[in-house]
């Protein structure tokens, strides 16, 4: 089993809801925020320099942790003590699908043909001083 272990430094952002616009021609057509696009921009750049030599064919386990920044209130010596070991956690929205599919989209033709591949997801949000998120990849390689 091959894995691809890598960082998306800075503050997550979740996948944000499309708006409905229209073109000149009357279609109606689903708009990406532009904070949400540019996020799955980002991550296309960050993965590429990860991505393997052929994209990803076969099956994919996912694993993402999601660090956000803690909240001033939280900046505390022992709340930060409970941060550092992982027993403060973020219960509030954003939840973990809404930043995977943004995750899930950027990665899109960088690393697999196709998010359909993925048959495992683990996704973890922590409080950090740091934000990030650590993305790691599992898979078989096709011969």
């Known amino acids: 089993m091959k894995t691809i272990l890598f960082e998306i430094l800075g503050e997550p952002v979740a996948q944000g809801r499309p708006r409905a616009g229209k073109t000149f021609a009357g279609k109606t057509v689903l708009i990406d925020p532009a904070k949400s696009r540019d996020f799955k921009q980002y991550v296309r750049l960050v993965a590429a320099e990860h991505a393997p030599k052929k994209l990803i064919t ?32 973020p219960t509030t929205k954003p939840d973990c699908s809404n930043y995977l599919k943004g995750i899930e989209d950027g990665l899109n033709g960088v690393m697999w043909q196709d998010d ?28």
Do not use: C, M, N
């Open 58 to 89: 076969g099956p994919i386990h996912l694993s993402v942790d999601i660090y956000r920044q803690a909240p001033k209130k939280y900046q505390t010596k022992p709340k930060l003590d409970l941060i550092e070991k992982g027993l403060l956690r």
């Open 116 to 143: 359909s591949q993925i048959i495992q997801v683990i996704v973890r949000k922590f409080y950090s001083l740091t934000p990030k998120v650590v993305v790691h990849i599992s898979y078989f390689e096709e011969e």
